[in-house]
């Protein structure tokens, strides 16, 4: 079994910073692409950042220029440094990664969701 657990997230004001974080734990064999959505009640959860084994990016364009995604292979970690931020990314926030836990299986998981309120 896998667990992806997040940390960071919380209250800051408009243009501020916040960091979130995300580990990945378990039964891993790789992990390849791992990326960080976002839901707002009632909507659906969208893709703001994410980025590949190899390092390769891809963002929202809700979020481009101001949102930074990394990821540390050695520890399964993956990053979202998230600058001059707005209102409107008031949002859960959940980390994805895709797991492998064998050489010949692999399954996309979740955390657990952690919430950030951009509000002065």
């Known amino acids: 079994q896998v667990q992806l657990v997040e940390s960071g997230g919380g209250l800051v004001q408009p243009g501020g910073s916040l960091g979130l974080s995300c580990a990945a734990s378990?039964?891993?064999?790789?992990?390849?692409?791992m990326g960080w959505y976002r839901q707002a009640p009632g909507k659906q959860r969208e893709l703001i950042a994410r980025?590949?084994?190899?390092?390769?990016?891809n963002y929202a364009g809700s979020v481009k220029g101001r949102f930074t995604i990394s990821r540390d292979n050695a520890k399964n970690t993956v990053h979202l440094q998230m600058n001059n931020l707005k209102a409107e990314d008031t949002d859960d926030y959940y980390c994805?990664?895709?797991?492998?836990?064998?050489?010949?299986?692999?399954?996309?998981?979740w955390g657990q969701g952690t919430q950030v309120t951009v509000s002065s």
């Open positions: 378990g039964q891993i064999f790789r992990v390849d692409d």
């Open positions: 980025i590949t084994r190899g390092g390769s990016t």
């Open positions: 994805n990664a895709r797991v492998w836990g064998t050489s010949s299986s692999f399954r996309d998981y």
